[in-house]
């Protein structure tokens, strides 16, 4: 058996982003992997069923990517892993023995405007380099690995893993989960987003979009923004503050995974306008919990969503269509919810997990 050694030390402390798909990730392969990840993470990793859990501490960047070049190769050797997988971009100069790679989304090349100069430069690099030198590149979606082939070049081998749901989080909510959700909110009727408030995300086009389409209801439901906080928020802001009286803006921060399913399935319609993503795990989530998704035809958004979800163009006007088309159309909502139900089933982390296993038994062998 190849032995694995994968690399969770990228992780945040909150565990979004590359956090979930590490989470659903070992929590699948179990025991065919050993996992090196942060202090704070080695009880999660060893209940998710890890082989063996190796902690470290390194808990800024510069001090993270310092040790991946130095201790990681070490820790490998040490380890006797036949394949290191580096799951966020990054992988060491020097590894001395084959390396799995997972290349998440190209924007760092294609939206370089919604990402900060320093992480742009970090990651257009460690992409080049990790496309040139890895035995084997990961990517979440077909769109991606088309967009690698265009932008960068093609890998010396490439597996496609669809990310996927975890059902005993994600399922439709019971009336008493849904009510406690928004009672916990201070709202009653909703419109969902959730996700990394940063610019990609596209909020302020959907705060608009939400006044245009709500304005004139006699009773309109909130928008609720939930998320932890990335970067560049004024353009939020400015768009917040233009609210008119008589619509709610909510901005409750980072929610609970535990809470989640009443929050998503909870909503009138969960809205998700991103101008580009890698896979889309929001959607699928939100599919999962029988919520009408309303997202963007950009990039991998509709190899998740397929006929399952309304779209519309990122642009406040198009999404403020589709969604006053959306609140008007209860029978429409409901439909979409069945539909996401449907779709969601096909994306597990077993299958994401076996196309892993797959990459291990090809890097093992160069």
């Not at 090196?36 to 190796?54: F, I, K, N, P, W």
């Not at 005993?168 to 959700?181: G, I, S, V, W």
């Not at 245009?212 to 917040?240: F, I, K, Q, T």
Request: charged residues 20%; neutral net charge.
């Amino acid at each position: 058996m190849t032995r694995v050694l994968l690399d969770a030390t990228a992780v945040p402390a909150d565990h979004r982003g590359v956090g979930r798909y590490l989470d659903g990730l070992v929590g699948a392969l179990g025991d065919r992997v050993m996992v090196v990840c942060q202090e704070r993470d080695a009880e999660l990793m060893s209940t998710l069923g890890a082989a063996e859990v190796v902690a470290v501490s390194h808990p800024a960047r510069p001090a993270r990517l310092v040790w991946e070049q130095t201790g990681l190769p070490r820790l490998a050797r040490r380890l006797r892993a036949d394949v290191l997988h580096c799951p966020h971009y990054t992988m060491p100069l020097h590894a001395g023995r084959p390396v799995v790679v997972t290349v998440h989304d190209l924007t760092f090349f294609t939206e370089p405007t919604v990402h900060t100069p320093g992480r742009r430069r970090l990651f257009t690099r460690a992409t080049r380099y990790a496309t040139s030198h890895a035995a084997v590149v990961v990517v979440d979606s077909h769109f991606t690995a088309q967009e690698l082939r265009r932008v960068v070049g093609e890998p010396r081998s490439l597996a496609i893993a669809h990310l996927g749901v975890d059902t005993d989080l994600f399922h439709p909510p019971t009336d008493e989960e849904k009510r406690f959700a928004a009672a916990d909110l201070g709202v009653r009727d909703y419109i969902a987003f959730l996700g990394t408030i940063e610019p990609r995300k596209n909020l302020p086009a959907l705060v608009r979009a939400y006044v245009a389409a709500c304005a004139d209801r006699p009773d309109p439901p909130a928008l609720v923004l939930a998320g932890g906080a990335g970067w560049d928020a004024g353009p939020l802001e400015e768009a917040v503050a233009a609210v008119p009286p008589g619509l709610t803006v909510r901005r409750p921060g980072y929610l609970p995974l535990a809470g989640l399913r009443g929050y998503l399935g909870g909503a009138v319609v969960v809205a998700y306008p991103a101008l580009a993503e890698g896979f889309g795990l929001p959607v699928l989530e939100a599919m999962a919990c029988g919520a009408a998704v309303l997202t963007t035809p950009r990039t991998s958004l509709p190899e998740v969503g397929g006929a399952a979800v309304a779209y519309a163009e990122p642009d406040a006007a198009s999404l403020a269509t589709a969604l006053a088309g959306l609140l008007d159309d209860p029978g429409r909502r409901q439909q979409l919810g069945a539909a996401g139900i449907a779709r969601a089933a096909g994306f597990t982390w077993e299958a994401c997990a076996e196309a892993h296993l797959r990459a291990y038994e090809t890097a093992s062998r160069r």
